[in-house]
């Protein structure tokens, strides 16, 4: 193989390795993001569930409270 050759390649080598640790960085920081907004939505949803008990209950209690008041009338 010729110098000049080799020395392309090299450099071909070095721009290769360079693409690759680039892609790496980039795939970790996608799934760190992917993994923080898999945790946030699983936070959304715990919430959502938490103020549906709460309606449900408020529901409850203010139908038994009207009633109450209705009987009581």
């Known amino acids: 193989m010729s110098g000049e050759l080799k020395i392309v390649l ?3 080598k ?3 390795d360079t693409v690759i640790e680039a ?3 980039v795939k970790e920081r996608l799934d760190r993001h992917e993994k923080a907004q898999e945790e946030r ?3 959304i949803e715990s ?3 938490e103020l549906g008990h709460d309606l ?3 529901r409850n209690n203010t139908e ?3 009633q109450r008041k209705e009987r009581a009338s």
């Open 23 to 25: 892609f790496d960085t």
């Open 56 to 58: 449900n209950e408020h």
């Open 10 to 12: 090299e450099d071909v």
């Open 64 to 66: 038994l409270h009207s």
């Open 47 to 49: 919430r959502l569930i």
């Open 14 to 16: 070095k721009k290769f």
């Open 41 to 43: 939505l699983e936070r």
